[in-house]
T-cell receptor
Framework: DAKTTQPNSMESNEEEPVHLPCNHS???????IHWYRQLPSQGPEYVIH???SNVNNRMASLAIAEDRKSSTLILHRATLRDAAVYYCILRGSQGNLIFGKGTKLSVKP | EAQVTQNPRYLITVTGKKLTVTCSQNMNHEYMSWYRQDPGLGLRQIYYSMNVEVTDKGDVPEGYKVSRKEKRNFPLILESPSPNQTSLYFC?????????????????FGEGSWLTVV
């Protein structure tokens, strides 16, 4: 299974954009890139996913490098409620789901 | 409403007393999985299942068993619990083959089961 590498932690100020990076150099052509986040004492929740093109939804944007070996989750205006652990996950059509340790995002008021 | 339901949500038990944590999903998902979460270690996979009667070990299967006799249920069995199995457990499910639409590839998680073994 392909692996992902994320920074252990990041800090942001409230109302500012946040760019959360993820490296996945062993990604295969059919692996989807998923992002999930986990708030304290809760189960992970879906944020966004993509395959090749950049993706936008109401929560975030996902920028995927042209060679697909890295991606960036963009929170356009961080709020205190965005403080969470963010997981970048790869998954193929017949693939297992393996989480790394994720990036702990702290948001300062 | 799309749901993954785990039971019990909270349990304190004693070493060696067999217990089962149930997981049920109502979305006709092929894929189901169990994770445990411990401080500083992220989510570690215990077992997963690609479909009925198909199960595989994850990263930390020791001390656990699972079964997948029907599509909607994926129970986690601790035959002889020990204190090092004290943890927060999550069940998850999804379609195996990506579906169209944003929700088609989404992984749904249960609310978690806090298990303490004394």
């Amino acid at each position: 299974d392909a692996k992902t590498t994320q920074p252990n932690s990041m800090e942001s100020n409230e109302e500012e954009p946040v760019h959360l990076p993820c490296n996945h150099s062993t990604i295969s052509g059919t692996d989807y890139i998923h992002w999930y986040r986990q708030l304290p004492s809760q189960g992970p929740e879906y944020v966004i996913h993509g395959l090749t093109s950049n993706v936008n939804n109401r929560m975030a944007s996902l920028a995927i490098a042209e060679d697909r070996k890295s991606s960036t989750l963009i929170l356009h205006r961080a709020t205190l409620r965005d403080a969470a652990v963010y997981y970048c996950i790869l998954r193929g059509s017949q693939g297992n789901l393996i989480f790394g340790k994720g990036t702990k995002l702290s948001v300062k008021p | 409403e799309a749901q993954v339901t785990q039971n019990p949500r909270y349990l304190i038990t004693v070493t060696g007393k067999k217990l089962t944590v149930t997981c049920s999903q109502n979305m006709n998902h092929e894929y189901m999985s169990w994770y445990r979460q411990d401080p500083g270690l992220g989510l570690r996979q215990i077992y997963y299942s690609m479909n009925v009667e198909v199960t595989d070990k994850g990263d930390v299967p020791e001390g656990y068993k699972v079964s997948r006799k029907e599509k909607r249920n994926f129970p986690l069995i601790l035959e002889s619990p020990s204190p090092n199995q004290t943890s927060l457990y999550f069940c998850a499910s999804s379609f195996q083959v990506p579906q169209t639409g944003e929700s088609g590839n989404t992984i749904y998680f249960g609310e978690g089961s806090w298990l303490t073994v004394v």
